[in-house]
């Protein structure tokens, strides 16, 4: 089964990038073989999705879901960049905040904090899944 995983990274061989810093990421698609399909650029106000996952005002207050003033979709509004790779399986940046996670778990997308090498993410990841899909034992 082909999945993809979108990486946070300025250069293409570090996870390097928190999520909110994120303008372009790089979407490696995992079938037989690792590779780098795509990268998609996030436009502010382009991918935005303002459906029923985004609160409305008559049942969100911004001191409850995002503190800052920015609702549930918490600040810079990360709902853009989530329905962006939300075809993908996982994410995987330096640091993904508390309200981007919580828009990826809405759509079971898997999250992973990192701070390492493009190719060591990838093959930790992929060994992951390879042994869940296959309902192996994580150990040994």
């Not at 037989?32 to 399909?37: A, F, G, I, N, Q």
């Not at 939300?86 to 919580?102: E, M, Y």
Request: aromatic share 8%; hydrophobic share 30%.
């Amino acid at each position: 089964m082909a999945y993809k995983i979108a990486i946070g990274s300025s250069d293409g061989k570090i996870v390097d990038l928190k999520f909110g810093e994120v303008n372009k990421f790089l979407i490696y698609e995992v079938g037989d073989e690792v590779v780098l399909s795509e990268e998609r650029e996030y436009i502010p106000g382009e991918a935005e999705d303002n459906s029923a996952d985004s609160c409305s005002s008559s049942s969100c207050d911004t001191k409850s879901c995002g503190g800052n003033g920015g609702g549930c979709q918490g600040p810079g509004n990360v709902a853009g960049k989530v329905e962006l790779i939300s075809d993908c399986r996982a994410v995987v940046c330096k640091k993904i905040g508390f309200q981007a996670q919580k828009q990826f778990e809405k759509k079971a997308i898997s999250v992973f904090d990192v701070e390492c090498e493009v190719k060591e993410a990838l093959d930790k990841i992929t060994f992951y899944y390879k042994r869940i899909d296959n309902h192996e034992s994580l150990r040994g």
